[in-house]
């Protein structure tokens, strides 16, 4: 039983370009959700899907942006890229129906240059 | 918005010793959990809290949930080489915000052999 796949696992951007990050949840889940872990701290919520459609999001701009598909994979957008917006990305899957706890990915390291 | 301040930031202990670390609130959360991430990896799942006074074992691990909801701590007993790694705490409001998870800045942990 596959966890949660995220690809790529590292990734080189310029300032200003845009990034599409992808996640397929565990076998079973239907929820998705997205964080940032900038280097040395904890993750931070950035957005959360469910049926395809973001039920709740943190304190991140415009910029970020998702989708989530009907086989419930789902991405990330980063438009207009920031140097601080290197970090590691961590998608987290979950049943939603049965509040299971998330199980997180191996995330995805994104470096802007 | 919610911050959780975990303490200690780091500790550096002999193979067999106990641990303890805490994270505090400035506001209620109704679920709290701790995981544990190791290098390049994301977070796992040791132990989650759902009630106010709940005190819960994992093996070697024991977390409790503040009865004041703004407070839980992590002790290992025994500790291993294994055990190193980075700790964090992350509470949950429940309800609408279903979810999304506020994690502390972390501890890390080193354990001499």
């Known amino acids: 039983d596959a966890g949660v796949t995220q690809s790529p696992t590292h990734l080189i951007k310029t300032r200003g370009q845009q990034v599409t990050l992808r996640c397929s949840p565990k076998s079973g889940h239907d929820t998705v959700s997205w964080y940032q872990q900038a280097l040395g701290q904890g993750p931070q919520f950035i957005f959360q899907y469910y049926e395809e459609e973001e039920r709740q999001r943190g304190n991140f701009p415009d910029r970020f942006s998702g989708h989530q598909f009907p086989n419930y994979s789902s991405e990330l957008n980063v438009n207009a890229l920031l140097l601080g917006d290197s970090a590691l990305y961590l998608c987290a899957s979950s049943l939603r129906q049965i509040y299971t706890e998330a199980f997180f990915g191996q995330g995805t390291r994104l470096t802007v240059v | 918005g919610q911050q959780l301040n975990?303490?200690?930031?780091?500790?550096?202990?002999?193979?067999?010793?106990?641990?303890s670390m805490n994270c505090t609130s400035s506001s209620i959360f109704n679920t709290w959990l701790w995981y544990k991430q190791d290098p390049g990896e994301g977070p796992v799942l040791l132990i989650a809290l759902y009630k106010a006074g709940?005190?819960?074992?994992?093996?070697?691990?024991?977390a409790q949930f503040g009865i004041t909801r703004k407070d839980s701590f992590l002790n290992i007993s025994a500790s291993i080489p294994s055990d190193v790694g980075i700790y964090f705490c992350a509470?949950?409001?429940?309800?609408?915000?279903?979810?999304?998870?506020?994690?502390?800045?972390?501890?890390?942990?080193?354990?001499?052999?």
């Open chain 2, 6 to 19: 975990q303490s200690p930031q780091s500790m550096f202990i002999q193979e067999g010793e106990d641990v």
């Open chain 2, 91 to 113: 509470g949950r409001t429940g309800g609408t915000s279903y979810g999304k998870l506020t994690f502390g800045q972390g501890t890390i942990l080193t354990v001499h052999p």
């Open chain 2, 54 to 62: 709940e005190l819960t074992s994992n093996g070697r691990l024991t």
